[in-house]
């Protein structure tokens, strides 16, 4: 490593720009937030990227991602129609 590196011309930011998405400050209800990171813990998805699913969902009116637990439901429900 060098003693001392020039910094003079460094930019902020991230090196690899991203496209189609702008970062933004937001402020968001505890349990919002919350409920969010635990569901990041069990689904082992970002919080982030379970909240912008969830906008996308709301604000495109298209449906939800399938889940473990609504294909779960949705088995349940056909075995007790034919049981």
Known sequence: ????????KAK???????TGKTRITLY?????LEHFRDLS???G???????N???SVHT???????TSEAVRR???????LQG
């Open 60 to 66: 495109e009116r298209r449906e939800p991602p399938l």
């Open 45 to 51: 998805r970002g919080y982030q990227t379970l909240i």
């Open 74 to 80: 949705i088995v349940r429900e056909e075995l007790a």
């Open 12 to 18: 902020r930011g991230a090196v690899l720009p991203t």
């Open 28 to 32: 968001l209800d505890n349990g919002v």
């Open 1 to 8: 490593m060098k003693k001392e590196y020039d910094f003079s």
């Open 41 to 43: 813990e069990k689904t």
């Open 53 to 55: 699913e969830a906008l």
